[in-house]
């Protein structure tokens, strides 16, 4: 074993099968430790609770970001076409305002408003979906102290990793592999920083 | 080898278990075999393919020069027939595309695990079909430069769209679905992206799917929140993609034209366009299986369960057909009438109707027979054989404006050159950037393959053995490890 650094990012169980990885993770999180991640080249079954997490709030952004677009598009038609209660029409600058009307119907025809308000929420929700997954996940971030580790490549392909990072109050760098080694992984190695 | 045949053929029907993973794969086989494609020598085949699909692509670019150039009255389109090629070609592309998103979307809500292997490249074949489409209506629009005054933004001349008209519901409808797919597509591709980084020996090859998988870890967080965030998209895709070409029929359906104003346009829009989509799929999935040797991951189950959903679209579609026949008797309306009898069934282009009611109605009843939903050419055959079907339908529909009210306007329509280059030099566009696709990108959402195997399954403790799916996985990651 080579010399310890000051600075690590954590200690990092390599697992082979998916089995494993729930089992160190649950154990991980019986023996108290609270900063961790367990990585996997496809989702495994409440492994995200095994290591400790909540679940995601991102339906309920969602569900906001969805209520966006449909009253972007529903004020967008209501107000430029000239739809909004008459007593409203004087404070609207003149550039929204633009009432058109077709055949002689009424200028609230809201019936044919329904199509873009339906495609904006739609369109909301989505861009609110990625978007808000991505930056909850914190990507874009192109480099980790993970990837340092040269046998954390396989976690793509077909390997499974505990990190129990060096911020967990329960790290030391000894007693954290003794634990990590316990787990019987198929290898442990450091994360330098 | 026969007695592996006896022992599947049973389960094909009945056991929703059926491995749909050829035996003998492991999670390392997965990615070695899809990565592979990518990261391997390009093919002779592909080249040449590349080559031809690229050259019909230029006949698209000279079309569409020309076209600038020239205006649209190099087109055929003229009064009464405003709409010509373009629109059909735009609502065929467009349905065609809609298989993509049900194979992404819908059947991901209704648990169709089997389409964890072609709903990568379909969804493929959805953003190029879109991109074909939305091309037709910018060139009808002869003065494509100004395409952005169809978008509601604040301007100069203190104008705004006409909301109330389908084909400005066209503009949210078509840019939303080609924008929801476009990222449903690229938010699948991500995990998949961080194996190619990770698989790649060359550091260029790193860098730059280093750079799309914007640093993928596969933490289980992150896992959780992408599959959550997929099954939204998946959630709100489906309602989208039955109003982008509900909204397409309004087109038509909310002009007052007699054939064109019916209530029964939107469903059966819908159901054509997943129809023509799976034709599609079966046409590409066919030769993809072949030639990049995918028989393992796109099976013949595939292709049995993707005959089944044309067999029962085709079936809708036809029906569709029988109801505007019969709608148009039964409404004693004269115009209604002349068009059905006068103009579509027995008109200048009827032959073109009773071609439609064959290659839609007739031709896919063969799929009732298992044999040939088991038969890949019979399947590629008939499928080509839909796509004619469906483009003949959009054609008909169509041509129902060469009559209307008064005989003193009636006219015909026949495309010209340029219609038919600019239609010919779309398939260009669309099998050059298919063939790029495959080229660059896995072709097969790889982590969703993984899944698939019954050793992603985490077995807890006592259930392990009992569960009659899963009995033969330690028999299978072991042989290949």
């Known amino acids: 074993m080579e010399a310890q650094k000051p600075e690590i990012y954590g200690m990092l169980a390599e697992f082979t099968t998916p089995t494993e990885i729930v089992a160190a993770a649950n154990k991980a999180r019986e023996a108290g430790f609270s900063k961790m991640e367990a990585y996997s080249p496809f989702p495994v079954e409440d492994l995200y609770e095994a290591v400790g997490f909540k679940r995601t709030k991102l339906p309920i952004l969602v569900f906001f970001g969805g209520l966006a677009g449909f009253f972007t598009a529903f004020s967008l038609q209501t107000f430029t076409m000239g739809g909004a209660p008459s007593f409203l029409n004087p404070f609207l600058p003149d550039w929204f305002y633009y009432p058109l009307n077709i055949g002689g119907r009424p200028l609230n025809s809201w019936p044919a408003f329904v199509p873009p308000e339906f495609e904006l929420a739609v369109l909301f929700s989505a861009f609110t979906a990625v978007f808000g997954m991505l930056l909850l996940n914190g990507y874009p971030r192109l480099y980790h102290p993970l990837f340092n580790v040269p046998r954390f490549s396989g976690v793509t392909t077909d390997r499974f990793f505990l990190c129990i990072e060096a911020r967990d109050p329960l790290f030391d760098i000894q007693g954290t592999r003794h634990f990590l080694e316990g787990l019987k992984p198929f290898e442990v190695s450091e994360v330098p920083q | ?481």
């Open chain 2, 1 to 481: 080898m026969a007695s592996d045949i006896k022992e599947q053929e049973p389960s094909l029907r009945s056991d929703p278990q059926v491995p749909l993973v050829a035996p003998g794969h492991s999670f390392e086989s997965i990615s070695k075999k899809v990565i592979g494609v990518v990261l391997s020598v390009t093919p002779k085949g592909w080249m040449i393919g590349f080559a031809i699909s690229f050259m019909m692509l230029q006949v698209l670019l000279v079309s569409i020069t020309y076209l600038l150039y020239e205006g649209i009255g190099i087109w055929g389109v003229n009064v009464p027939v405003g709409w010509g090629f373009d629109i059909i070609n735009f609502v065929w592309w467009i349905g065609i595309g809609h298989a993509g998103t049900l194979i992404s979307a819908i059947l991901l809500l209704f648990h169709q695990t089997w389409r964890t292997s072609i709903n990568r490249f379909a969804e493929a074949m959805t953003l190029f079909a879109v991109a074909c489409a939305g091309l037709y209506p910018l060139a009808h629009m002869g003065r494509p430069w100004f395409a952005y005054w169809l978008l509601p933004y604040p301007n100069t001349m203190q104008l705004w769209p006409q909301f109330r008209s389908p084909l400005e519901w066209d503009v949210f409808a078509v840019s939303t679905y080609f924008t929801v797919s476009l990222l449903f597509w690229y938010i699948g591709l991500v995990p998949d992206f961080g194996n190619i980084r990770d698989r790649a020996k060359s550091p260029w090859i790193r860098f730059i799917y280093g750079i799309f998988a914007l640093g993928w870890r596969g933490g289980s967080m992150h896992w959780h929140r992408f599959e959550t965030a997929y099954l939204i998209l998946a959630g709100v895709s489906t309602p989208l993609v039955l109003s982008v070409h509900t909204i397409v029929s309004f087109d038509f359906a909310v002009s007052n034209l007699p054939g064109w104003h019916a209530t029964i346009f939107p469903p059966y829009f819908v159901a054509g366009a997943i129809y023509s989509g799976f034709a599609m799929v079966i046409n590409l999935a066919v030769p993809i299986r072949h030639f990049y040797g995918m028989k393992d991951f796109i099976t013949d189950k595939h292709l049995d369960n993707m005959a089944k959903i044309m067999l029962a679209t085709g079936s809708m579609v036809f029906y569709g057909y029988m109801v505007e026949a019969f709608m148009a008797y039964y409404s004693a309306n004269p115009f209604e009438r002349d068009l059905m009898m006068k103009n579509r069934v027995f008109g200048p282009y009827g032959g073109f109707y009773w071609a439609l009611v064959f290659c839609n109605g007739f031709v896919p009843q063969l799929l009732w027979i298992k044999r040939v939903r088991s038969w890949e050419a019979a399947l590629f055959i008939i499928s080509l054989i839909v796509n004619v079907g469906m483009w003949l339908e959009r054609f008909v529909i169509l041509m129902s404006l060469q009559r209307d009210f008064l005989p003193s306007s009636w006219g015909q329509y026949s495309p010209t050159f340029w219609d038919l280059s600019t239609y010919f030099g779309t398939f260009g566009l669309f099998l050059s950037l298919m063939f790029l696709f495959c080229r660059l990108l896995p072709m097969i959402a790889i982590f969703e393959m993984k899944h698939m195997l019954p050793e992603s399954h985490v077995h807890k403790g006592d259930d392990s053995g009992h569960d009659p799916g899963h009995a033969h996985a330690p028999k299978q990651g072991g042989g290949h490890q």
